[in-house]
């Protein structure tokens, strides 16, 4: 199995820029597909953005599409979400998430997930 941690939360001003980062251990980094998810309080679990393997082809959520960029360094084993123009509705837990299979927007195709880092944007 592959472990992940999330890092790179913070507190940002709206119109501001901030930079995830999703550790990866364990097993082979470029065998999985990957994912990134948030959740803001008392809402559901909703998709941000995913990965193929070997970087090769992202998709988005049309509510960050043009804003955010998802992004996998192979060798450093690491993926990333960097966000730009940064709203307040973007607050919220990200989260890192690892799959087997195809990339899928939908959470329950993925094997294995982060803790999880807090985004606030500060209006």
């Known amino acids: 199995q592959v472990q992940l941690v999330e890092s790179g939360g913070g507190l940002v001003q709206a119109g501001g820029s901030l930079r995830l980062s999703c550790a990866a251990s364990g097993r082979t980094f470029s065998n999985y597909a990957m994912g990134w998810f948030r959740q803001a309080p008392g809402q559901e679990r909703e998709f941000v953005a995913h990965?193929?393997?070997?970087?090769?082809?992202?998709y988005y959520a049309d509510s960050v599409k043009g804003r955010f960029t998802i992004s996998r360094d192979d060798a450093m084993n690491t993926l990333f979400l960097q966000m730009n123009s940064l709203k307040p509705e973007d607050t919220a837990v990200y989260y890192c998430?690892?799959?087997?299979?195809?990339?899928?927007?939908?959470?329950?195709?993925?094997?294995?997930w982060g803790q999880g880092t807090q985004v606030t944007v500060s209006s």
């Open positions: 998430a690892a799959t087997t299979r195809p990339p899928s927007s939908r959470s329950l195709e993925y094997n294995y």
């Open positions: 990965i193929r393997r070997s970087g090769g082809g992202t």
